[in-house]
């Protein structure tokens, strides 16, 4: 069971997702230069909406270089720890597992946790506090005369009592997990092998369909407290932008969803729900106090695919780039896209068929000039995610029977 997803939004004057140089992303796609807003962008803004945090509760999960701190808090406020014993101890663990940076204070890399994950972690360490205490309260009784054959004996010792809790640790959680943006986008852990999460979802990066060309702000900013006769700015600078209409294209494999959170069905279509509706809603965060581009989705459409039907972007709907009105009459560029967007559904189903395919769509009224996926409309955005929840039902109960 596969679940599509695809998005038209289009966007006024923005700088959504910045290269390394400030300007917006961008890249060519049917031989002329397209707006681009990357994966990795996209994902964030929906696993960090509220919309997806709200819906999941406590089966989400933090990217942090600071694991330490969430982990200790749970240690002194779940285990009565004392909050520099527990400091030490979260340190030890997280240090253990992913290298502890003592210049920087943190991890050497990221570590993508659940929240269940960190309360493993605290029970973990307080199971076997004894073992533990004993290990590090052994290094810090050693005085500056002690030899470093017994300094090396001392850590060792803590070391391997640390490797204890990340092998049980990682035993009892191989290959599943709680924190549904996890199982979703997956995780990759090279000091840490046996935490690796096969993602579930694949995400595109999101393209203009029209041709984009850079534009760029000129700005200045003035000194309040300039005197009169002075009329030199503060500061002058640019910033690129440009306006593009995105379509945006993801697709959920609900097996390895269900499977990656240990066969939980349920919580599998409550994790769709959720990446649906963020999705609906997530808008990436860059330059937006700038910009203020908070313009909604105009076509929202959710595939599920079942019996092994082949999935289908629909990016080559886009091949030959939408044009925006050259003459009174022409269609505007958003409906131009939801028109490419459906020849090119009715392309593929006639050459592929559409057995096992079920799609729901919705299209703002303004631009809804649906001919070949007219059947598929639904009368709101939220109808949309309803509608991929009940047809999920069936396979949801399955394992429940």
Same mark, same amino acid.
């Given at each position: 069971?596969?679940?599509?997803?695809?998005?038209?939004?289009?966007?006024?004057?923005?700088?959504?997702?910045?290269? $390394?140089?400030?300007?917006?992303? $961008?890249?060519?796609?049917?031989?002329?230069?397209?707006?681009?807003?990357?994966?990795?962008?996209?994902?964030?803004?929906?696993?960090?909406? /509220?919309?997806?945090?709200?819906?999941?509760?406590?089966?989400?999960?933090?990217?942090?270089?600071?694991?330490?701190?969430?982990?200790?808090?749970?240690?002194?406020?779940?285990?009565?720890?004392?909050?520099?014993?527990?400091?030490?101890?979260?340190?030890?663990?997280?240090?253990?597992?992913?290298?502890?940076?003592?210049?920087?204070?943190?991890?050497?890399?990221?570590?993508?946790?659940?929240?269940?994950?960190?309360?493993?972690?605290?029970?973990?360490?307080?199971?076997?506090?004894?073992?533990?205490?004993?290990?590090?309260?052994?290094?810090?009784?050693?005085?500056?005369?002690?030899?470093?054959?017994?300094?090396?004996?001392?850590?060792?010792?803590?070391?391997?009592?640390?490797?204890?809790?990340?092998?049980?640790?990682?035993?009892?959680?191989?290959?599943?997990?709680?924190?549904?943006?996890?199982?979703?986008?997956?995780?990759?852990?090279?000091?840490?092998?046996?935490?690796?999460?096969?993602?579930?979802?694949?995400?595109?990066?999101?393209?203009?369909?029209?041709?984009?060309?850079? $534009?760029?702000?000129?700005?200045?900013?003035? $000194?309040?407290?300039?005197?009169?006769?002075?009329?030199?700015?503060?500061?002058?600078?640019?910033?690129?932008?440009?306006?593009?209409?995105?379509?945006?294209?993801?697709?959920?494999?609900?097996?390895?969803?269900?499977?990656?959170?240990?066969?939980?069905?349920?919580?599998?279509?409550?994790?769709?729900?959720?990446?649906?509706?963020?999705?609906?809603?997530?808008?990436?965060?860059?330059?937006?106090?700038?910009?203020?581009?908070?313009? /909604?989705?105009?076509?929202?459409?959710?595939?599920?695919?079942?019996?092994?039907?082949?999935?289908?972007?629909?990016?080559?709907?886009?091949?030959?780039?939408?044009?925006?009105?050259?003459?009174?009459?022409? /269609?505007?560029?958003?409906?131009?896209?939801?028109?490419? %967007?459906?020849?090119?559904?009715?392309?593929?189903?006639?050459?592929?068929?559409?057995?096992?395919?079920?799609?729901?769509?919705?299209?703002?009224?303004?631009?809804?000039?649906?001919?070949?996926?007219?059947?598929?409309?639904?009368?709101?955005?939220?109808?949309?995610?309803?509608?991929?929840?009940?047809? %999920?039902? /069936?396979?949801?109960?399955?394992?429940?029977?």
């Amino acid at each position: 069971m596969k679940i599509e997803l695809h998005i038209l939004q289009n966007f006024p004057p923005a700088n959504l997702n910045r290269d $390394d140089t400030g300007s917006p992303k $961008d890249c060519e796609f049917g031989g002329v230069r397209r707006a681009r807003i990357s994966s990795q962008c996209r994902k964030r803004s929906i696993r960090t909406s /509220p919309v997806f945090q709200e819906t999941l509760g406590e089966n989400i999960a933090i990217r942090t270089k600071q694991s330490d701190k969430p982990l200790a808090k749970r240690l002194v406020e779940k285990h009565g720890f004392d909050e520099d014993e527990a400091r030490k101890l979260a340190r030890g663990l997280v240090g253990k597992m992913l290298g502890w940076d003592e210049a920087k204070q943190c991890t050497k890399v990221l570590f993508y946790v659940g929240y269940d994950e960190l309360d493993r972690l605290a029970e973990l360490i307080h199971e076997h506090v004894d073992t533990l205490r004993e290990a590090l309260q052994a290094i810090e009784a050693l005085g500056d005369d002690a030899s470093k054959k017994e300094r090396e004996a001392a850590e060792k010792a803590y070391d391997t009592a640390l490797g204890e809790l990340v092998k049980a640790f990682t035993k009892e959680t191989r290959d599943h997990i709680r924190a549904v943006d996890i199982a979703l986008f997956g995780r990759m852990l090279a000091e840490v092998p046996g935490m690796n999460i096969d993602a579930a979802c694949q995400v595109a990066h999101a393209i203009s369909t029209n041709k984009v060309d850079m $534009d760029f702000d000129y700005f200045t900013a003035v $000194d309040d407290l300039n005197p009169k006769e002075e009329t030199g700015a503060g500061m002058i600078g640019t910033t690129g932008f440009n306006s593009a209409c995105f379509y945006s294209y993801a697709l959920i494999d609900a097996d390895q969803l269900a499977a990656n959170l240990n066969g939980d069905r349920a919580l599998a279509v409550e994790g769709i729900k959720a990446f649906l509706k963020a999705a609906l809603h997530a808008i990436p965060s860059g330059k937006q106090n700038s910009f203020a581009a908070q313009t /909604p989705p105009s076509l929202f459409m959710a595939v599920v695919r079942e019996n092994g039907a082949m999935p289908w972007s629909l990016a080559n709907a886009f091949v030959e780039p939408v044009r925006g009105p050259r003459r009174e009459g022409d /269609p505007g560029l958003v409906e131009a896209s939801v028109r490419a %967007l459906d020849e090119h559904w009715a392309s593929l189903a006639e050459m592929y068929g559409t057995e096992g395919t079920h799609c729901f769509v919705k299209v703002a009224r303004d631009v809804d000039v649906l001919k070949h996926l007219a059947g598929a409309r639904v009368e709101t955005a939220r109808a949309v995610i309803d509608a991929v929840a009940e047809r %999920l039902a /069936p396979w949801s109960r399955e394992v429940a029977a």
